[in-house]
Structures are given as structure tokens and as C-alpha cells.
């Protein structure tokens, strides 16, 4: 599912999906402070170069592309700017 990276998304039926399914018990809007208040965690310990505390943040773990994305753009100087698994492998 290419938009699961998104975490927190309307579905062409209208239906709002929420990923990972664990989430799923929260309502959208939950789900959605969730997920923002750990890209503000994210950018928080990037900006202290705690990098390794990145991966803790659960709810980015399915939007490792998006969220290493992100990252680059505002730190360049600490993230490369390869966001596919394949790449990096």
C-alpha cells in the first residue's frame, strides 16, 4: 500500500485509514497529534544531534521515507539524500 508511509490518510472511498492497525482504536484526529507530536520529537533530537533516538518514535516507523525526507531537507548536513530501502541496501 504506496500512502501507508502517510500513516494517517483518506482512502479514495473517504474512508480515513490509519497505520499501523495498533493505531487504529485511536480516532483520526488521535491519530494524527500522535503522529505529528513524534515529527516535532523527530526535528527536537535531530536539532541535538541524537540521531540513534530517531528510531524510538514509533509511529514513523512506517514512514521511514517520508520521515528521512523531511529530516534532509531541514538537516543536510546530517542525512543523505537516500530514502529508498533498496538504495540504501
Given at each position: 500500500?504506496?500512502?501507508?508511509k ?77 530514502f ?6
Open positions: 500500500m504506496p500512502v501507508a502517510h500513516t494517517v490518510y483518506q482512502h479514495r472511498t473517504g474512508e480515513w485509514r490509519i497505520v499501523p492497525s495498533a493505531r487504529c482504536g485511536l480516532g483520526t484526529q488521535e491519530a494524527w497529534a500522535k503522529v505529528r507530536s513524534e515529527f516535532v520529537a523527530a526535528f527536537t533530537t535531530a536539532t541535538a544531534g541524537a540521531y540513534e533516538c530517531i528510531d524510538e518514535l514509533t509511529s514513523l516507523t512506517y514512514g521511514q521515507a517520508l520521515t528521512t525526507t523531511s529530516l534532509a531537507v531541514y538537516f543536510p548536513h546530517a542525512f543523505l539524500p537516500i529508498s530501502a533498496a538504495h540504501i541496501r
